[in-house]
């Protein structure tokens, strides 16, 4: 089984996809770029890189196996193991293709390369976007025209007499105008000041008085905290059925309940549901050894 296909189809929907005991395969998206050799302007993307650190299991890689070809999730994590024991003895010797992600490699000191692919964009907002063909821009210096007139209208000094007649006025036109625009700023401020006085006067004269006060409402509020992490009991075709599997599990004390319907159409029923990672791995566990071997943990916003 081939499990580079599954990889890749999670690194659309998710940003990191961990293969446990090898390491996390991380997107990151990069906004549309200007190629100023080709002229082209590729669309947005997700680029690929590859963490030896992320080696915990999540469940994700996992569970989209199971899910996928209708196995246990024990199974699922044996396939995964085995997958990475060939790649791990494959590296060895030679480089590792990763089917459209990249290439995988080992350097001198025996630490995993990973070489993204560019044929590929992950970036589902990207679909049907191809790269633009656009035009280089040429630029002309052209030769800029004085604009001073010709020496045979200049003065000796070498300035020509309208120009000077011309600032003269400029200046006395500019000191009447800031003249007048501060005459009618300071008229403004005085009506101002006197309007804002006569307010003050009519507020302080004033009596408010309240008979009949509302009374004072408390209100409490409580901040919802996202579960992302859900220990699934089955997935069922008829909505009854899942409802009378969440009365089932109600009845045994757990805090079961619908989570939505998946890709296949199927209502998901989940035993609990959890905000942190540990826990939901702790009750699965524990679920699996006394309840249902078959349960498996899906991780989702809802």
């Given amino acids: 089984m081939n499990i580079s296909n599954y990889i890749n189809d999670l690194l659309y929907r998710y940003d990191c996809v961990i293969v446990p005991g090898f390491g996390g395969f991380v997107t990151n998206r990069i906004g549309a770029k200007l190629n100023s050799v080709s002229h082209t302007?590729?669309?947005p993307t997700k680029q690929i890189t590859f963490n030896s650190h992320l080696t915990h299991n999540d469940g994700l890689l996992a569970n989209y196996i199971a899910s996928t070809e209708q196995i246990s999730f024990e199974k699922a994590t044996m396939v995964i193991s085995k997958a990475v024991q060939e790649w791990k003895k494959e590296l060895q010797n030679t480089d590792i293709k990763i089917d459209s992600l990249g290439t995988i490699s080992l350097n001198e000191s025996q630490q995993i390369i990973f070489e993204p692919s560019e044929?590929?964009?992950?970036?589902?907002?990207?679909?049907g976007?191809?790269?633009v063909a656009t035009p280089s821009i040429k630029r002309y210096a052209s030769r800029i025209k004085p604009l001073l007139p010709s020496s045979e209208n200049t003065n000796k000094k070498g300035v020509p007499t309208f120009i000077k007649y011309a600032a003269t006025a400029a200046i006395l036109l500019t000191l009447g105008f800031t003249g007048y625009h501060?005459?009618?700023q300071n008229q403004q401020k005085e009506v101002f000041t006197a309007q804002q006085k006569e307010l003050e006067k009519k507020i302080?004269?004033?009596t408010f008085v309240m008979s009949n006060?509302?009374?004072?409402?408390?209100?409490?509020?409580?901040k919802e905290i996202s579960?992302?992490?859900?220990?699934?009991?089955?997935?069922?075709?008829?909505?009854?059925?899942?409802?009378?599997?969440?009365?089932?599990?109600?009845?045994?004390?757990?805090?079961?309940?619908?989570i939505g319907?998946?890709?296949?159409?199927?209502?998901?029923?989940?035993f609990h549901s959890y905000a942190n990672r540990n826990d939901a791995i702790n009750s699965l566990n524990k679920i699996k050894r006394t309840v249902a071997k078959d349960a498996w943990l899906f991780v989702k916003n809802i």
């Avoid at 069922?236 to 757990?254: H, M, P, R, Y």
């Fill in 41 to 43: 302007l590729n669309a």
């Fill in 119 to 127: 044929t590929i964009n992950l970036l589902t907002t990207s679909f």
């Fill in 129 to 131: 976007l191809s790269s």
């Fill in 182 to 184: 501060n005459h009618q």
């Fill in 204 to 206: 302080q004269s004033a």
């Fill in 213 to 222: 006060p509302l009374p004072t409402l408390e209100l409490n509020v409580v």
């Fill in 227 to 258: 579960k992302p992490f859900h220990v699934i009991a089955g997935a069922f075709q008829f909505t009854a059925n899942a409802d009378k599997k969440v009365k089932e599990l109600i009845s045994q004390g757990f805090n079961a309940k619908i």
């Fill in 261 to 270: 319907i998946n890709k296949w159409g199927l209502t998901q029923v989940t």
